[in-house]
């Protein structure tokens, strides 16, 4: 299973690449940058509502393996947020001509990728383990909260967050689904390889 | 507390004067900045004392539900901030000499919402700090990165009140998201209380 | 182990612990603890270091909830009925439950508020004569000596006059003389019909106050433990 999906992931990853380079290509060619920062946009939310979900099974029934889940999708959002955030920055550069401004978007990915961080920090704090995963779990409830309040507030503050372009061909549009689904599936593998390397870190010493 | 925030509004004035920057937009920020501070201090100190000697445990057995021990300290933190904003909010309007047409009923309603959010946050993860040993510097991360989001509005609200009349900031909208921020924060973290006071128990 | 039947079978047992188990991590502590203890009785519970002992009484205290079974204070049900359950319950720990920076009167009039009991309530005078600290009321908690720091622990824990008294390793760091006073006010409590459960791995003075005692080990209780089979060097 795992197999199959590292291979439809680079598949697709690989279609949106050469759709990207050739077909679909944006001009001027920098603005091709959006292939990467939209999937990886996409990826950090469902990395968030996944550790959302599992904090939320962990509180209920209080079994490792949500909580193992909930810090992988949180080790996977972090890794996407920072390419979002990264790449968007780029773009800004070449597009505004500026690295970041407070407008509503770039606040939100600012806000996002804050919260993975401050997720970790706080799992780092404990030494307890049973006192990590509840309190982690009960940061990544307020955190996930705090994601749709800072797009609603942040519409408060200009927006410059307005592409001068549109996906109008279909090569286009293809290689965006191309490499959001891909990016989808790349991150499925990312959490799950990180789950299973974590139970394997924490061998049942007592099974019942 | 009081000299945090005046040492706070301080530096922002002497910032101000340098960059010429508008007076109303860097008292705000400023006020904020020493709101927050503040909040975490209070939070943080209250929760000291419980985790010392396992005083929460004997709490939480006289009390009938752990979520009001969450809505006491949540009122005690909010009346401590409102008793050093009674010097701090004074001392930040003069010295950013603010004072023409301000509404004082609307200033102090929207203080006190951004009390309600601030310490809804600090009250609840207060409480999980306690007992790690970078509680302190942990958090003001932790409080920061959550109340982010709450920072647009309260600023909103108090640039408009602070602004000349004729701003094009709008104080109504920037009250209503306080009042949803503060509900919503306040309901969850005290749903949420119950875990942070058990997990107290490692 | 279940318990064998009371001479009062129809009375309803101070408190009932039927199949409490708990696990942390996966790692099962408490597997299948059932024990039952009628007023004026005291168990005392052995065990070795983190044998669960903490753990067992602070679920019974309502402080951490069981993965299964139940607990039930005088017939009440511990999870289901938890505000009226908790009222009957004490407890105390080697840890003081009580704020250093008040004074030995303002803790217990703190604890007494809280438990509603209005100012003109005079259990805490009661209670602070009875502790012997009626001396001490005016001085800070923190500058109380052990053996003090463990008389306004009880104290506290039986402001509301509970029926079950529930002691953590109330022994620890007590000396001689401190144990003689605790022992006696457990005496106390369990003449004016109180319940006590203590776990400790202190034998010598458990042994006196404890006519009831169980051993836990490898996460099950073992009861009806007679005094001369409890392996002293095991405990100590």
Known sequence: ?????????????????????????????????????????????????????????????????????????????????????????????????????????????????????????LRSAFESRRRKETLSAVFGIIAFIDVPLVLISARLVPDIHRPSFSFDTPAQLLALASAALGSVLLMTLLIWYSKLSKERLCPHTHPR | MIMLAILIAWIFRIAAESAEISAPAIASAALLAAILFSAILVCEKNFASEHENDCLAALILASADTGDIYLAKLTVNVTMLCIFELIAV???????????????????????????????????????????????????????????????????????????PDTAFDFNRGLGLLLAFDAIFVTVCWLLFDFVAAGQEN | MTEKPQKNPGQTPALNVAGVCKSFANRAVLDNVSFQLFSGQALCIFGANAAGKTTLIRIIAGLMPPDDGTIEICGLNLCSQNPQAKKMLGFISHKTM????????????????????????????????????????????????RGMTQRLTIARAMLHRPAILLADEPFTALDAPACENLLALLQQFRNEGGAVVITTNNVSPSLRCCEKLAVLNNRKLFSDIKADQINLEKFC
């Open chain 1, 1 to 121: 299973m795992r197999t199959t999906l590292a291979i439809l992931s680079l598949l697709l990853i690989l279609l949106a690449a050469s759709l990207a380079l050739t077909t679909a290509a944006i001009t001027p060619a920098a603005r091709n940058i959006v292939y990467v920062h939209v999937p990886t946009a996409f990826c950090s939310l469902i990395s968030f509502c996944v550790l959302f979900f599992c904090s939320i099974r962990y509180l209920r029934t209080k079994q490792q393996k949500w909580d193992h889940t909930a810090a992988a999708a949180a080790q996977a959002g972090l890794l996407f947020a920072t390419i979002m955030n990264l790449t968007g920055m780029f773009f800004a550069r070449l597009e505004w001509g500026i690295w970041w401004t407070p407008s509503p978007r770039l606040i939100s990915s600012a806000v996002l990728w804050f919260l993975y961080v401050a997720y970790f920090l």
């Open chain 2, 90 to 164: 004074p001392a930040v309007l003069v010295l950013f000499k603010i004072n023409a047409g301000l509404s004082w009923p609307r200033l102090i309603i929207a203080i006190l919402l951004i009390n309600i959010g601030f310490s809804s946050i600090a009250t609840l993860l207060a409480c999980a700090v306690q007992g790690t040993k970078t509680a302190n510097s942990l958090l003001g991360v932790l409080v920061m990165a959550v109340l982010s989001p709450m920072m647009i509005p309260a600023v909103s609200a108090l640039l408009s009140l602070f602004s000349q």
């Open chain 3, 98 to 145: 009580t704020y250093p920076h008040l004074t030995v009167e303002e803790n217990l009039r703190f604890f007494a508020r809280l438990y509603g009991l209005n100012k003109s309530n005079t259990r805490v005078e009661e209670l602070l004569d009875k502790t012997g600290l009626i001396l001490y009321c005016y001085d800070l908690a923190s500058a109380l000596s």
